[in-house]
């Protein structure tokens, strides 16, 4: 049973576990470890590594208050933007509390970005853990 009737993604109407909008499987459990916390992505960001900072909520939440150096695709126009990212590197999503987010790291995993990770409790957990002038709304 499935108790979404939307699709996290796309937001098309659900008839079953997989999407006929976007292809997102809902049936799909956290393969391996999908989340990463604040700390750790923040040790990523002082240590220069190489990887995708994913903003995946509404851009006027992004004008709000956003991670330094992310990208913004809002989670809707993601389907149609996977172009514009790089299936080599690793991206880390983020949103406000980590659920939409989520969705997206687990959608990126089924078109073939291997390493898409979840930033753990979103903005709000990286206001406390990270930097609390963040906007917390
Ligand atoms: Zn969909």
């Keep these: 049973m499935f108790y979404i009737s939307i699709c996290p993604i796309c937001g098309m109407d659900l008839t079953g576990a997989k999407c006929g909008g976007c292809g997102y499987d809902l049936s799909t459990k956290n393969e391996g470890s999908i989340e990463i916390g604040p700390k750790a992505t923040n040790e990523k960001i002082k240590n220069n590594e190489d990887f995708i900072l994913l903003d995946v909520r509404h851009p006027n939440e992004n004008e709000l208050t956003k991670i330094e150096n992310s990208v913004l695709i809002p989670l809707n126009e993601l389907p149609n933007r996977l172009n514009e990212l790089d299936k080599k590197k690793q991206i880390i999503c983020y949103c406000r509390t980590g659920n939409r ?20 409790g979103g903005i709000h957990l990286w206001h406390d853990e990270v930097d609390s002038s963040k906007v917390k709304y």
């Design 101 to 120: 987010s989520l969705h997206s790291a687990r959608f990126l995993r089924q078109k073939g970005f291997t390493d898409a990770k979840n930033l753990k």
